[in-house]
C-alpha cells in the first residue's frame, strides 16, 4: 500500500460512521453509492466514512403504508437505528421521504441523531434562491407534511401535484422504480407533470422519492431539480468528515 493511500485509510478512519435506515432498495443503493463516490472526491482515491445499512423488508412498510399505521412503520425505522447504534454509528440518515412521515412517533426513542432528507432539500433551495418549489413523491409523501413544515422554515412555498397526477406518479414509483424499472413513458409523465407545476409559478422541482432520480435529473426536466437522495448522502458526508479532513 503506497503512502496515499495509508494517508485516505487514516482519514476514512477519522470520519464519523454514518447509518442508513434503508427501506427501498433502488433509493437506499443511490444514497450508498453516492456517499462512496462523492465520499473519494472529498477525502482521496477509494476513500469514504464507514457506513452501516439496516433494511426491514420493503413489504413490511408497504403493508403499513396501505393501512395508515405510521406507528408501526416508525416502530420499523427505530428497530434499525437501534441495530445500528449496535454496530456504532455515530448517526443516521433515511433514505426514504416518504417514511419520514412516521419520525413524530420515535423521535424521542432514537438512540442517534438523524438527518432530516428534508432540511438538506430545503438548505439547498435557500442556497439556490428558489421561492416556490413542485413537490413529488408518492402520495403519502405529497399529501403528508413532511416537506411544508421543513420548507416553511426558510419560507418556501410549494406546490403539489393534483389528485390525478399523484395517483399516477405513485403508481409509476411503486410499480416500477423501486424493483429497478425505467420506462421511457414515465419520464414524459413526469416531464408533462413538472411542465404543468412550472407553468403555475414553480421554479424547481423537488424529486421527493429516492427513485425518481433514477430517471429524472436537471437535463431532461423543464424545472431546475432538487434531488433528495444525493442531497441527503452530501449532507452525511459533510456531517462525518472533519474538517481537517477537508482541508
Same mark, same amino acid.
Given at each position: 500500500?503506497?503512502?496515499?493511500?495509508?494517508?485516505?485509510?487514516?482519514?476514512?478512519?477519522?470520519?464519523?460512521?454514518?447509518?442508513?435506515?434503508?427501506?427501498?432498495?433502488?433509493?437506499?443503493?443511490?444514497?450508498?453509492?453516492?456517499?462512496?463516490?462523492?465520499?473519494?472526491?472529498?477525502?482521496?482515491?477509494?476513500?469514504?466514512?464507514?457506513?452501516?445499512?439496516?433494511?426491514?423488508?420493503?413489504?413490511?412498510?408497504?403493508?403499513?403504508?396501505?393501512?395508515?399505521?405510521?406507528?408501526?412503520?416508525?416502530?420499523?425505522?427505530?428497530?434499525?437505528?437501534?441495530?445500528?447504534?449496535?454496530?456504532?454509528?455515530?448517526?443516521?440518515?433515511?433514505?426514504?421521504?416518504?417514511?419520514?412521515?412516521?419520525?413524530?412517533?420515535?423521535?424521542?426513542?432514537?438512540?442517534?441523531?438523524?438527518?432530516?432528507? @428534508?432540511? +438538506?432539500?430545503a &438548505? *439547498? =433551495?435557500?442556497?439556490?434562491?428558489?421561492?416556490?418549489?413542485?413537490?413529488?413523491?408518492?402520495?403519502?409523501?405529497?399529501?403528508?407534511?413532511?416537506?411544508?413544515e421543513?420548507?416553511?422554515?426558510?419560507?418556501?412555498?410549494y406546490?403539489?401535484?393534483?389528485?390525478d397526477?399523484?395517483?399516477?406518479?405513485?403508481?409509476?414509483?411503486?410499480?416500477?422504480?423501486?424493483?429497478?424499472?425505467?420506462?421511457?413513458?414515465?419520464?414524459?409523465?413526469?416531464?408533462?407533470?413538472?411542465?404543468?407545476?412550472?407553468?403555475?409559478?414553480?421554479?424547481?422541482?423537488?424529486?421527493?422519492?429516492?427513485?425518481?432520480?433514477?430517471?429524472?435529473?436537471?437535463?431532461?426536466?423543464?424545472?431546475?431539480?432538487?434531488?433528495?437522495?444525493?442531497?441527503? @448522502?452530501r +449532507?452525511?458526508? &459533510? *456531517? =462525518?468528515?472533519?474538517?481537517?479532513?477537508?482541508?
Amino acid at each position: 500500500m503506497n503512502n496515499r493511500s495509508l494517508n485516505n485509510t487514516r482519514e476514512a478512519m477519522t470520519a464519523k460512521h454514518i447509518g442508513i435506515i434503508g427501506c427501498s432498495s433502488e433509493g437506499a443503493a443511490l444514497c450508498y453509492r453516492t456517499i462512496c463516490n462523492e465520499g473519494a472526491r472529498m477525502m482521496g482515491a477509494h476513500a469514504h466514512p464507514e457506513i452501516t445499512m439496516h433494511n426491514h423488508s420493503l413489504a413490511d412498510y408497504v403493508k403499513c403504508l396501505e393501512r395508515g399505521d405510521w406507528s408501526g412503520i416508525g416502530q420499523l425505522m427505530l428497530s434499525s437505528a437501534r441495530k445500528l447504534a449496535d454496530a456504532g454509528a455515530d448517526f443516521v440518515i433515511c433514505p426514504d421521504n416518504t417514511i419520514h412521515g412516521a419520525l413524530r412517533y420515535i423521535e424521542q426513542l432514537m438512540p442517534l441523531p438523524l438527518l432530516h432528507i @428534508a432540511d +438538506a432539500v430545503a &438548505h *439547498q =433551495a435557500v442556497k439556490q434562491g428558489y421561492r416556490r418549489v413542485a413537490l413529488t413523491g408518492t402520495k403519502w409523501l405529497v399529501e403528508s407534511d413532511v416537506y411544508p413544515e421543513r420548507l416553511a422554515r426558510h419560507g418556501i412555498e410549494y406546490q403539489r401535484p393534483n389528485h390525478d397526477e399523484r395517483d399516477e406518479i405513485n403508481r409509476i414509483i411503486m410499480d416500477e422504480l423501486v424493483y429497478g424499472v425505467f420506462k421511457p413513458e414515465a419520464v414524459k409523465t413526469f416531464q408533462h407533470i413538472i411542465d404543468r407545476l412550472r407553468s403555475s409559478g414553480c421554479d424547481a422541482v423537488v424529486l421527493g422519492c429516492t427513485e425518481i432520480p433514477l430517471i429524472m435529473n436537471d437535463m431532461n426536466s423543464s424545472l431546475p431539480t432538487l434531488d433528495s437522495t444525493r442531497l441527503l @448522502a452530501r +449532507a452525511a458526508l &459533510h *456531517q =462525518a468528515i472533519p474538517e481537517s479532513v477537508l482541508a
